[in-house]
């Protein structure tokens, strides 16, 4: 069975989409429109911007979102889901992907959470954390055990959790965790403590936006961040989307719930090879590729 995965933020890069733009009229009429609806030139930073640009909020998710669904939507035929799942931001990607949103209203989606996301960041000093080399359940406990608002982020692989909470916090967990035999606890260059509670005022604002959208019956199952499961319900779809923002990704058990099900090869859709790496970490053996 056919996974195809899809990247979240981090995985921009300067010059990103100009192929498929110049290549593809698909493609071309797609990033035009994705212009028209955000209200600027996306395009311009995309392709000739600097990396510094490509940072910007309410750049990179949408960007990276482009990216992604325009490259699948190019593959034509070739393009055979069972089963799709995405990295946090990802999962939008995934979901057009699966046919449970359209294009045009999973980009408004996409600019209104990064902007929601924002904005959050903007109340709270915050930021998160890689651990590397210490079992789940351990960094789970021991980030309980620090003062103020530290909490398990993205279980990305066995043995490589991110944490996310204030900057204090944070700063104390590395310092514990260091302390207690991490490999390595390295402060991460983000805007602020995404997937903790410190998101709570983007998920209200985001969870108004996705309750007004129509989403569809998707073609296939989509694993979602928050469950790790296989969901084809339009409601639960939306319900699970919400609670992202302030919920775990697990991605470790995405991947072994997908090959638990059937996968027998992954794709990933979009810049980068990040996920190809973590799914390898979790299935040495398991065949991956980039679209």
């Known amino acids: 069975m056919n996974a195809y995965v899809f990247p979240g933020q981090g995985a921009q890069f300067v010059g990103m989409g100009k192929e498929l733009y110049e290549n593809s009229e698909l493609a071309k009429d797609l990033f035009e429109k994705a212009n028209e609806i955000l209200g600027f030139r996306i395009t311009d930073i995309m392709f000739n911007g600097t990396e510094e640009d490509l940072k910007q909020t309410n750049v990179t998710q949408p960007a990276i979102f482009l990216h992604s669904v325009i490259l699948a939507k190019t593959l034509g035929n070739n393009f055979k889901p069972d089963m799709v799942a995405g990295h946090s931001l990802g999962e939008f990607s995934a979901l057009v992907a699966n046919e449970a949103l359209f294009f045009e209203d999973a980009l408004v989606l996409v600019s209104k959470r990064a902007m929601a996301m924002q904005k959050a960041c903007e109340l709270t000093p915050s930021t998160m954390a890689a651990i590397l080399g210490m079992e789940d359940a351990t960094v789970a406990e021991l980030c309980n055990k620090v003062d103020g608002i530290v909490v398990p982020a993205n279980y990305n692989s066995p043995g490589q959790i991110v944490i996310s909470g204030d900057v204090a916090g944070i700063d104390k967990a ?90 027998d090869n992954f794709t990933e859709v979009g810049p980068g090879k990040v996920l190809r790496g973590l799914i390898k970490k979790v299935d040495r053996n398991m065949p991956t590729k980039s679209a």
């Open 174 to 263: 590395i310092e514990l965790l260091t302390n207690v035999g991490a490999k390595r606890a390295i402060k991460l260059n983000v805007g602020g403590a995404f997937h903790s509670p410190l998101m709570e005022p983007a998920k209200v604002e985001l969870a108004e936006a996705i309750n007004s959208t129509n989403f569809n019956k998707p073609i296939c199952p989509v694993y979602q961040n928050v469950n790790a499961q296989a969901v084809t319900n339009p409601d639960e779809i939306k319900k699970n989307l919400i609670s992202q923002l302030t919920a775990p990704v697990r991605w470790t058990e995405i991947v072994q719930n997908m090959i638990k099900d059937g996968a």
